[in-house]
């Protein structure tokens, strides 16, 4: 069975993630949901906070778990035994960056990349417009799991 691993910082997950969740679960024998470290992002959640809300999104994935980490991502990959990083697309920007990444990350350790494009309901859903919504009193309700909104509405 394959291996493949979801990165990202998941401040907060959202309905967007729980999607490719469920559609990367279905598609591989186990699936890591890694959050890791990304200095050039700003976070509400503590590492402890994101995994604990992670933790609740894959519980109803029996071959889904959660991981962290530091550093590369594709040495992560490596020390796992995953073969594949699992990535969500949203728009024609999304793919620029990501593609590159993906070429550089399958050149420097062989790791492939699968990208899912987002449902088209998710596209327009992103960690950060959900903070600056809720940090300015606006209902993000349908955009997050209620877990996650009631730790966002008890954040703010």
Not at 84 to 103: C, H, T, W
């Amino acid at each position: 069975m394959s291996k493949a691993v979801f990165p990202g910082t998941f401040d907060p997950p959202t309905v967007g993630h729980l999607d490719i969740v469920t559609r990367a679960a279905a598609a591989f024998g186990e699936l890591i949901v890694a959050t890791g470290v990304n200095q050039s992002k700003n976070r509400l959640f503590g590492p402890q906070e994101r995994i604990e809300m992670l933790t609740e999104l894959v519980a109803p994935f029996p071959n889904a778990r959660v991981g962290t980490f530091d550093g590369l991502l594709v040495d992560y990959c490596r020390a796992e035994g995953a073969g594949v990083i699992v990535k969500g697309l949203r728009s024609a920007a999304d793919y620029d960056y990501e593609l590159q990444m993906a070429q550089l990350n399958r050149r420097m350790t062989g790791v492939d990349t699968v990208f899912l494009p987002t449902a088209p309901e998710n596209a327009f859903i992103s960690s950060s417009w959900v903070k600056e919504i809720a940090r300015l009193g606006g209902d993000v309700s349908t955009f997050v799991t209620p877990a996650v909104h009631a730790r966002l509405l008890a954040k703010l």
